[in-house]
């Protein structure tokens, strides 16, 4: 169950949390979203992951549902406002005074003011600092910023004192709003939860939740209302928006016995439509649990950044207290004031903030704009490894091919007749589902006798195998031809061609052809132009058809007659040869129930969401929700621009602060410079990695 983790506003403080949640017997996969802010936890586990909770951070709550969270974060962020601005006004005339008053028998004055402004902005974090310390946790962003400033005024340097703790206070209030507006857009982009269903029950309509609507009851669709549930339509015409689906905004028409999916929104037409999936299990649902559960699969980077920080920060302050004591020692006319004061610099730039909030913020705007788009990424560490694609590998039938069949050629020998052929042919495919069988019996056109059938097998990569009228009829490629001996004068045809013996004797063939998707040599050119080195397509169909649309679409290598099986080896035959295992990945994208496997083993399994299978979605890593392979490349180019942004981040915070650390050491920064150097950093890293939210691939700008 998921709960939303109220007050959580410090993202070193939800990576310790999680690390004390997977301390305990049963929570060893906890994983906190700091994004989303929220945790999945099994109920059983609740009073474990609380008595947890109240311990590392007693002022966080568990929270089933958000509305209160909302309100409450408002009524923290304006009372956070109020202090920021009385701290203001009290510091402003500190300084102005500060000079005048403090040699002078009024120097408390200049001690009331400033010290008051230190503690309306600094006690929380003091408070919370102190918290720490009495349970051992002795370096975190509070420990620092409290050191530095008590360092400050035990040597008289109030200002400075109020400026770090007013400064941080500003640094984290932005912080948190730039936060909260990027949980606030992906809410709003994934705010196609439909609210209610128009139940339709005994000539009577009435609105009813989603959830209370059962399979095979009916529901009305109105014009302008969201589609709250998968169904078929039953009655009425009219166009859908299916783009908060597949982020493609071309209105789709839709008719008596189509399919339509929850969250698309219906146009003008009144539509009446049978549910064929509980709300649980619909479109909407699915893609909602998708992109709640992404930020939780964390990319190597912020797996790193995460561990960096908690090496990190005790390093800085023992770095601090070196640079406070040994000088002193060492070098002859050196005051313990002035290299305190450096140390406290050096406190102050060191906060890790910067790298531990804007790095998640940036993946987590990335799975939000691909989700835009249509395309649903189930993790930032598959947004990453979309970075690093070296090889990509195709499925044929139904992802660079449309996937429907239409029999084009019927070709009779040895004294077989055209319509006697296709006659044979449809019933010893009357069992099948396969594509092929179904446009076998559809160019007969007659109803056939299930009857007249039997004994019927089905031979895996290579046909069926049944009784008709008394008669053993053989159906399939050429491979089953030569397994049965069967004597046939034509192996290979200018399509897909299914082969029909009767009783030992070789009655014919009948050519099968398969569109090219239209977007689909767009795929393979922009994946070229992304610099994917090796595309390869496998199929279970035959060498002829593979070989001409390989050709057409510029794929380096194909691979035909394939069975599943055989696919998954030649998938982890590929991965094995790729020059830089570590670095360079593999994905494979295919779209039906026999992918799932390959889809599995892969790097980087993609699915064709949008008619694909629910076993190749559920195995996938990648979710195109539109039938277009072209899709693929755009995800890349979201990774990448993610990619980017996260290391424009590390390079900008670690630069940054390395060369006012040095400042600092030399004395040339002061803690104004330090404190300006922090905030600063982290407020331009945030609002850096929140551009990620509104990225629009080159092809839609």
């Given amino acids: ?24 017997k049963g929570l060893e996969k906890a994983t906190i979203n700091f994004a989303a802010r929220s945790l999945d936890l099994p109920p059983e586990m609740l009073p474990a992951a609380l008595e947890v909770i109240a311990r590392v951070e007693p002022e966080v709550r568990l929270i089933e549902t958000d509305g209160d969270e909302t309100r409450e974060e408002n009524e923290k962020a304006r009372r956070n406002l109020y202090r920021i601005i009385i701290a203001t006004l009290l510091l402003v005339p500190g300084l102005i005074f500060n000079e005048q008053l ?43 910023m409290t050191v530095a400033t008590a360092g400050a005024i035990a040597i008289h340097q109030l200002p400075e004192a109020v400026g770090v703790m007013l400064f941080y206070a500003v640094g984290e209030y932005f912080q948190e709003r730039a936060v909260n507006r990027s949980r606030c857009s992906i809410a709003a982009l994934l705010d196609i939860r439909p609210q209610y269903a128009n139940l339709k029950l005994n000539g ?4 009813v939740r989603p959830e209370e609507v059962e399979v095979g009851q009916a529901i009305v669709i109105k014009p302008g209302e969201r589609v709250p549930l998968d169904g078929e339509v039953v009655d009425g015409v009219s166009f859908v928006d299916t783009s908060a689906l597949t982020g493609e905004a071309v209105p789709r028409k839709v008719e008596k016995g189509e399919p339509i999916l929850a969250g698309m929104i219906n146009g003008h037409g009144l539509l009446t439509v049978r549910v064929t999936r509980p709300f649980e299990e619909s479109s909407v649902a699915r893609i909602l649990e998708l992109v709640e559960n992404a930020a939780a699969r964390k990319a190597p980077t912020e797996q790193f950044i995460t561990a960096f920080s908690r090496y990190y920060t005790p ?14 020692l060492v070098f002859p006319g050196a005051t313990f004031s002035t290299w305190v004061y450096r140390a406290l610099v050096l406190l102050v730039i060191s906060c890790p903030c910067a790298l531990v909030v804007s790095i998640p913020l940036g993946y987590f ?37 449309k996937g429907v069949f239409r029999v084009t050629q019927v070709v009779p020998h040895n004294g077989f007749q055209e319509d006697e052929l296709l006659a044979v042919a449809a019933a010893a495919e009357v069992y099948s589902s396969h594509p092929i069988a179904q446009s076998i019996r559809a160019a007969y056109g007659q109803e056939i006798d299930p009857e007249r059938i039997g004994e019927y097998r089905e031979i895996p990569g290579h046909g069926i195998s049944a009784m008709v009228d008394g008669k053993r009829v053989l159906a399939g490629n050429d491979r089953l031809m030569h397994r049965e001996g069967i004597a046939h004068e034509v192996c290979n045809v200018a399509g897909t061609g299914i082969h029909v013996a009767v009783d030992g004797t070789f009655a014919g063939y009948i050519v099968i052809s398969d569109e090219v998707k239209p977007d689909a040599g767009e795929a393979v050119a922009r994946l070229k132009e992304f610099g994917v080195k090796n595309i390869v397509m496998l199929t279970g169909d035959e060498e002829a058809v593979a070989r001409r649309v390989a050709r057409d679409l510029g794929i380096d290598a194909y691979y035909a007659g394939l069975l599943p099986e055989d696919k998954v080896a030649k998938v982890e035959e590929l991965e094995a040869g790729l020059p830089d295992r570590r670095r360079q990945k593999l994905a494979f994208m295919g779209d039906g129930i026999n992918d799932a496997p390959v889809i599995t083993r892969a790097d980087v399994g993609v699915a064709m969401g949008g008619l694909g299978s629910d076993a190749a979605i559920e195995a996938a890593d990648v979710v195109l929700m539109e039938d277009a392979p072209s899709r693929l490349a755009t995800a890349i180019e979201i990774a990448r621009y993610t990619g980017l942004i996260v290391r424009q981040n590390v390079v900008l915070a670690l630069s940054i602060k390395a060369f006012f650390l040095i400042l600092g050491a030399f004395g040339v920064a002061t803690i104004w410079e330090a404190v300006f150097a922090d905030v600063g950093v982290a407020l331009a890293a945030i609002f850096n990695a929140s551009r990620t939210l509104s990225y629009r691939p080159s092809t839609l700008k």
């Avoid at 169950?1 to 305990?24: S, T």
């Avoid at 560490?381 to 990509?392: E, I, K, M, R, S």
């Fill in 102 to 144: 403090h040699r002078t028998p009024y120097f408390w004055a200049e001690y009331a003011v400033l010290l008051a402004a230190y503690f309306l902005v600094g006690w929380p974090v003091i408070r919370t600092a102190l918290r720490n310390l009495a349970r051992g946790q002795f370096f975190d962003e509070t420990f620092l």
């Fill in 1 to 24: 169950m998921r709960y939303k983790l109220a007050g959580l506003d410090c993202a070193g403080c939800a990576a310790r949390l999680e690390q004390e949640l997977r301390r305990v």
């Fill in 365 to 401: 705007g990335g799975i939000g704009a691909a989700s835009r788009q249509g395309i649903l990424v189930k993790g930032a560490n598959f947004l990453d490894a979309l970075t690093g694609l070296h090889t990509v590998v195709f499925d044929k039938t139904g992802t660079l091919t």
């Fill in 204 to 207: 009577e309509t009435r609105r």
């Fill in 315 to 328: 390093a800085v302050v023992l770095g601090a207290l070196a640079l406070a004591v040994i000088p002193p």
